[in-house]
């Protein structure tokens, strides 16, 4: 089933071709960029990790400490960067420890491809593996097992020439999930591609085709991130459980049943639509008006904004809303891209393939004390 | 064939005797060289002491002495067609007309070398000749530079003095020649001045006086001077240059050429004085007077009043003595020293010491290092490997030297940008070398120009400063052998030269944590300059 929606095509376009621009897919790959005790562009699974030197103690490299280790990397590699990789690695392996790279397209929690990396001193090690399909975001987990020492030096990842992978075996994407890229529908776990066809002859893995199969007490609206390597998923919404600052789609997701932009794409759970909706005298405008580099978006709309003039339960996307100076609510921390996020590392990365900036707004949800 | 310096011609016209006589006197010296012929150094200055000597000790009055440096072909055919004016006009008047000429610089087979023209023998013996003195004394001085000893006439010249002798038959001829046909003569840098002028000078200012009549007579000059310079020059690169003499004088007896015993001031070395002895002059730091005295008679060496510096080494002594002419050495008063070390090794090394400054470019050596750090994602900043080398040696002979070296190389930082943060991991290096030097050095042309190969051996220290990504500097340095194989060819220049060089350089100071050895530096091409004395 084919559904276009071309809101969903901007969104997509914002995760193509994400590599650097010498097509390396992964971050710091010598392991070079330390925070601490902890590696600042690595993930650390399980066990630990610790800082050692390799040719040289100015340049050092990642012990894997313990007999069950994994770090990780969620890189923003996709189809359109190519579908070649070459591995190149530097390592000094024990051999009674075993360290293996897998490959989990799309960071979903399946591996598609396992390769052991031989036991070497320091010999450089090279491997081409093709990716079948249309593709984006892949999770590289480094893993080792075994009492034996286990130093990692390099682990570069590249996008190459297609012809170097044509004798080996493809890693196959399958089963993509929501905000995935996708060419057809049956790539899609869904079993819907949005978009495919488009402009950009790419398209997106969305959950519903519309308002009709979610039911009555739902609709085909903006369900919550899952993957800073995805767009924000399509998918059914109950009604009404959105609250006053939360991304949407449609009306019908939040609890004012006010979503800025309401069927053209991105918006924002608000409390008033015009200012009608608000007192004799008050405007209905953007509640976080503008940053150092432009108008925020998506905002939702408040009465009033930033004027302190809130009496108490009054909705609030701020503390300036209100009249006391305090909206209680939920901090309301977004992406570039106006998705929710905890942390930089739920923000899509850029083309440094560093993560994005996860920036407190206002409040969620909020009313005036 | 002969070379070099030509000296001399004389010629006796047997005109009858008249009374007064009239002297004359032109002078001529020339440095400069004619196309492939060096700069010589001391021709000018031999030509102003010859000057001297004839005025104070030759009976020549100043106004009567021409000297004339570096003239043109023309200049002095103008000057000799004057000269032949002022001769004719005394002749007429009944005066006795003697008439020295005297030319050095450079010649080639059929003409003196007066810059880059040349002035044919033939016209000069001609021009010569018509002056119509009654005694015509020519000494003509050719000569080129060498790497060593200036070696003057190096373009072998005809047989100057026989056909010369030839020509002059018919009118009575003396003849006397610097050198043999086969032979070469030489400029000495110790005596500022060619081997034969200097020689000469001192047996006319006394030396020479073998009867102790105090004159000294044209064959007493030359025997001295033959003596001298074969002695001279026996140790020399060039080897042993011998003076010779042919005169056919008519109705004269002895023809002395100058007169010690009436000059204003004489240093007098004692009868018991034996040894070789060089007497300088304090003032100007010239050596006047070198010979070898020997036990028994005094010997009286004129020169101009002043205070004089006599050295006198006999066998291993050496003594100093000051002294103000006119005088005589009081042995008692002078101070015995120590050889010093060059003398001991004798020859003739115009410079012992070379100093030598050398910049070197070229790709620094890929190996197991580099091959590495390629691995690890690091790249050679595109960029030369650039060497400073300085150099001391100190010269067994004309051939062998050998010292010290110091390198100091800075090689190419190599970079590795960290994918996905604005920073980079950098590896700064530089090795520094200290090794022992033999050099092989020969001249390849007579104008200076040298080759040289030199190996080199010794220890290397090496740097390396590891720049981390968080901006954290790490140096260490390493200890490891070196070597050094130069090839140049260098332009020297008296005490200073420039040259170009190649050299293959190498050092097993720098390696890494994992086991590869960098061997540091590799082929390089540059600039040398240098300094010898």
């Known amino acids: ?369 | 064939m002969r070379a070099g310096w030509i000296a001399l011609v004389m010629f006796w016209c047997t005109v009858a005797h008249a009374e007064p006589s009239s002297n004359y006197a032109i002078v001529v010296g020339s440095n400069s060289g004619g196309p492939g012929q060096g700069t010589l150094h001391y021709a000018e200055d031999d030509a102003r002491r010859m000057a001297a000597v004839l005025t104070e000790l030759g009976g020549y009055t100043v106004d009567r002495v021409d000297v004339i440096a570096h003239p043109s072909p023309d200049q002095l055919r103008d000057r000799l067609a004057q000269l032949a004016k002022r001769v004719q006009r005394d002749t007429v008047a009944g005066k006795q007309v003697r008439v020295f000429f005297y030319y050095s610089g450079h010649a080639r087979a059929q003409a003196i070398d007066l810059g880059s023209a040349e002035l044919p023998l033939d016209e000069l013996r001609e021009r010569l000749f018509k002056i119509g003195a009654s005694l015509t004394v020519v000494v003509l001085d050719a000569c080129q530079s060498g790497a060593f000893s200036r070696i003057k006439g190096a373009a072998p010249a005809a047989d100057f003095s026989y056909s010369s002798r030839q020509r002059l038959d018919a009118t009575g001829v003396a003849v006397m020649a610097s050198s043999s046909g086969s032979e070469l003569s030489q400029e000495s840098e110790q005596l500022k001045s060619s081997y034969f002028t200097h020689h000469l000078l001192v047996g006319l200012r006394g030396a020479g006086d073998a009867n102790n009549d105090g004159e000294v007579s044209i064959d007493e000059a030359y025997r001295y001077a033959y003596h001298q310079t074969l002695l001279a020059t026996a140790e020399t690169a060039v080897g042993g240059q011998h003076v010779t003499f042919e005169a056919e004088l008519r109705g004269h007896g002895e023809v002395p050429l100058s007169f010690p015993r009436a000059a204003t001031a004489q240093i007098t070395l004692p009868a018991q004085l034996e040894g070789k002895t060089l007497v300088e002059d304090r003032r100007s730091h010239t050596v006047v007077a070198e010979t070898y005295k020997a036990k028994g008679a005094a010997v009286r060496i004129a020169v101009a009043p002043g205070d004089y510096e006599v050295l006198v080494r006999n066998g291993d002594q050496l003594s100093r003595c000051s002294m103000t002419a006119p005088g005589e050495i009081d042995l008692a008063r002078c101070k015995s020293e120590a050889l010093a070390d060059e003398t001991a090794k004798g020859g003739e090394l115009h410079h012992l010491w070379h100093l030598e400054a050398d910049l070197l470019f070229g790709n620094e050596r890929h190996d197991g290092y580099t091959n590495n750090l390629a691995n690890f994602g690091y790249a050679e900043k595109p960029t030369f490997s650039a060497g400073l080398g300085l150099t001391g040696l100190r010269r067994f002979d004309n051939i062998f030297s050998y010292g010290v070296v110091a390198n100091l190389k800075a090689m190419p930082s190599w970079t590795h940008a960290v994918t996905g943060a604005a920073a980079s991991q950098t590896l700064d290096w530089n090795e520094t070398d200290l090794m022992a030097a033999l050099r092989v050095a020969y001249g390849v042309a007579d104008d200076g120009f040298v080759m040289y190969t030199q190996l080199a051996g010794g220890a290397g220290i090496g740097g390396t400063k590891v720049t981390s990504a968080d901006a954290m500097t790490y140096r260490d340095h390493y200890l490891g052998w070196a070597y050094a194989a130069t090839f140049g060819i260098r332009l020297q220049l008296d005490h200073f030269g420039i040259g170009l060089a190649y050299e293959n350089t190498g050092s097993t100071a720098i390696h890494d944590l994992i086991g590869n050895t960098h061997s540091s530096g590799g082929d390089r091409w540059g600039f040398t300059a240098d300094w010898e004395f």
């Not at chain 1, 030197?53 to 923003?76: H, K, M, Y």
Request: charge should be negative; charged fraction near 15%.
């Open chain 1, 1 to 369: 089933m084919r559904v276009s929606p071309l809101f969903i095509a901007a969104l997509a376009v914002s995760q193509m071709g994400a590599t650097d621009c010498g097509g390396n897919a992964l971050r710091d790959p010598g392991f070079d960029l330390w925070c601490g005790d902890g590696l600042c562009a690595w993930k650390v699974e399980r066990g630990d990790v610790a800082k050692v030197s390799t040719w040289n103690q100015g340049d050092p490299g990642v012990e894997l400490v313990g007999d069950d280790v994994a770090i990780e990397q969620l890189s923003p590699v996709a189809s359109s960067d190519g579908s070649c990789l070459e591995f190149s690695m530097i390592a000094n392996i024990e051999s009674t420890a075993q360290v293996t790279l897998a490959i989990d397209i799309f960071g979903d929690g399946s591996i598609e491809h396992s390769e052991t990396i031989p036991t070497s001193n320091w010999a450089p090690l090279t491997f081409e593996l093709p990716i079948q399909g249309v593709y984006g975001g892949i999770r590289f987990e480094l893993a080792k097992v075994g009492t034996g020492k286990a130093v990692l030096a390099q682990i570069g990842a590249r996008v190459v020439d297609r012809a170097k992978c044509d004798h080996f075996a493809p890693a196959i994407a399958s089963n993509a999930p929501n905000g995935a890229p996708c060419a057809v529908g049956t790539d899609c776990a869904s079993g819907l591609c949005a978009g495919d066809g488009g402009i950009f002859d790419i398209g997106t893995c969305i959950g519903c085709a519309g308002d009709a199969s979610c039911g009555s007490d739902a609709s085909c609206g903006y369900g919550p991130p899952e993957s800073p390597v995805r767009t924000i998923p399509t998918e059914c919404v109950a009604n009404g459980v959105k609250e006053l600052g939360e991304t949407c789609l449609k009306n019908l997701e939040c609890a004012s049943h006010i979503c800025t932009a309401a069927g053209y794409g991105l918006g924002a759970c608000s409390s008033c639509g015009t200012d009608a909706d608000c007192a004799s005298g008050e405007s209905c405008g953007l509640a976080w008006g503008e940053s150092a580099f432009g108008v925020i978006f998506p905002q939702p709309l408040v009465c009033a904004p930033l004027q302190h003039l809130g009496s108490p339960g009054t909705a609030c996307a701020s503390n300036e809303d209100c009249a006391s100076s305090v909206c209680n609510g939920t901090e309301r921390k977004q992406c570039d891209d106006g998705r929710s996020c905890a942390t930089a590392a739920n923000c899509p990365v850029n083309s440094n393939l560093k993560s994005g900036a996860c920036t407190t707004l206002g409040v969620q949800g909020g009313s005036c004390q």
